[in-house]
């Protein structure tokens, strides 16, 4: 069974390095630049598990504290798809099995993070996969449009996220609890792809 996890993990891991985000440009392109903004995100594990695990950490904490990635997220979103030349591939997918790790160690260690770092890890996070999402357009992709689809979608996905994670630990405030455990179990799961992913990045 353990063996079994370990394959799970690493294939994971071997998709999130390997995807193409060039790929969903081709299905979006008849939707308008909007919807492709929209969905692009979306076609990118590294997008899903990044987006969930700062959603997840930010629920954990309370809506005191997550209520602030409302508008920080999208903002570096934005920020992150006017930057996405200046990103490399590599480096952008290093960043990011970082941040997995970081993210997933806060979780299955259930750290109560300042508000401020909370800030600072989801800005970082929405930077990096704003300039991936931004790397691969073409010149005639309208990006004013194509930026308020991600922008959009990254404030619904976010928000998503705290509220389902904040629902579901609120029937208690115990550490012990089964539903803590769960989302420490989560974490885990979380650091241990970006991990992986992040030697395979350094082994390339």
């Known amino acids: 069974m353990r063996l ?3 394959r799970g993990l690493m294939a994971v891991a071997a998709l999130l390095t390997g995807t193409n985000a060039a790929e969903a440009h081709i299905v979006a392109a ?5 919807y492709m903004g929209a969905s692009h995100p979306l076609t990118d594990l590294q997008d899903v598990v990044l987006w969930i695990a700062t959603g997840v950490l930010a629920g954990t904490l309370g809506a005191s504290k997550g209520r602030w990635l409302i508008p920080v997220f999208p903002l570096g979103l934005l920020v992150g798809l006017a930057l996405g030349p200046v990103f490399g591939a590599v480096s952008a997918q290093l960043a990011n099995a970082t941040m997995m790790l970081a993210i997933g160690m806060l979780l299955a260690a259930a750290v109560q993070v300042p508000t401020i770092v909370l800030c600072a890890i989801a800005f970082a996070v ?13 010149p005639e992709t309208d990006r004013l449009l194509f930026g308020a689809g991600l922008g959009c979608v990254g404030y619904g996905a976010i928000t998503l996220t705290m509220a389902l994670t904040a ?3 609120r029937t208690t ?3 012990t609890s089964w539903r803590a455990i769960a989302v420490r179990a989560l974490g885990g799961w979380i650091a241990a792809i970006g ?3 992040a030697s395979l990045v350094l082994a390339s």
């Open 173 to 175: 405030g115990s550490v």
């Open 167 to 169: 629902a579901f630990r």
């Open 4 to 6: 079994k996890s370990v």
């Open 126 to 138: 929405a930077v990096t996969r704003g300039a991936a999402n931004g790397a691969e357009l073409g």
């Open 30 to 34: 008849r939707l308008g630049d909007f």
């Open 195 to 197: 991990l992986m992913m």
